[in-house]
């Protein structure tokens, strides 16, 4: 079973382009959460999501950050116009439900670097 | 609203000592509490959880944490370290009052192990 599957691992952008961040989960799994790292920080929450709805979206920048989970294919979380202080690392999580202490299984991240 | 606070950015011990990472956190409604490690460049890998029942967690590796409500902790502690537990470790908290699994996390302490 393949664990949640992040790419690209390292993304280049120049100021003022999008960015798409992908997210597969594991299989099974129809719960998928996004963090963000900024460097020498912790991870902080930015939205979660079941197929085809956001459940919660409380962390997410309110202008250019969106996150989809369509009922096929990976979850992506898009960045329009980026700058450079979104540069981070950006993690998905995904588990099989929303159980409380359900394990969540993090992907190894995407790094995004603003240029 | 919940919060963790992890004391000591930087721990540094020498190989087959005592392992000690603080974690105190803030709830108005019960915790479920979580520690993750992170490996350069990776995702975050779970040491352990509290949920509810016994209050001496014991993890993967070795390590463990004991929840104590009064003082509002969740140290993470080992008894020997070894060269391979160097990494940065996080804690999260969770509550029922989040959606889904939704964790806060900590800042993260990194931890150098000393031959």
């Known amino acids: 079973n393949a664990g949640v599957m992040q790419n690209p691992r390292h993304l280049v952008r120049r100021r003022g382009q999008e960015a798409r961040l992908r997210c597969s989960p594991m299989?099974?799994?129809?719960?998928v959460y996004w963090y963000r790292q900024l460097p020498e920080e912790g991870l902080k929450f930015m939205v979660y999501l079941q197929k085809e709805n956001i459940i919660d979206e409380s962390g997410m920048p309110k202008e250019r950050f969106s996150a989809e989970f369509p009922k096929e294919g990976p979850s992506i979380l898009r960045i329009q116009q980026v700058v450079r202080g979104d540069s981070a690392a950006y993690f998905c999580?995904?588990?099989?439900?929303?159980?409380?202490?359900?394990?969540?299984?993090f992907g190894q991240g995407t790094r995004l670097t603003v240029v | 609203a919940q919060s963790v606070t992890q004391l000591g950015s930087h721990v540094s011990v020498s190989e087959g000592a005592l392992v000690l990472l603080r974690c105190n956190y803030s709830?108005?409604?019960?915790?479920?509490l979580f520690w993750y490690v992170q490996y350069p460049n990776q995702g975050l890998q779970l040491l352990l959880k509290y949920t509810t029942g016994a209050t001496l967690v014991k993890g993967i590796n070795g390590f463990e944490a004991e929840f104590k409500k009064s003082e509002t902790s969740f140290h993470l502690t080992k008894p020997s370290a070894h060269m391979s537990d160097a990494a940065e470790y996080f804690c999260a908290v969770t509550t029922l009052n989040n959606a889904g699994n939704m964790l806060t996390f900590g800042g993260g302490t990194r931890l150098m192990v000393k031959p």
């Open positions: 299989k099974g799994h129809s719960h």
């Open positions: 999580a995904s588990s099989p439900a929303d159980g409380i202490g359900t394990e969540a299984f």
């Open positions: 709830s108005s409604v019960p915790p479920y």
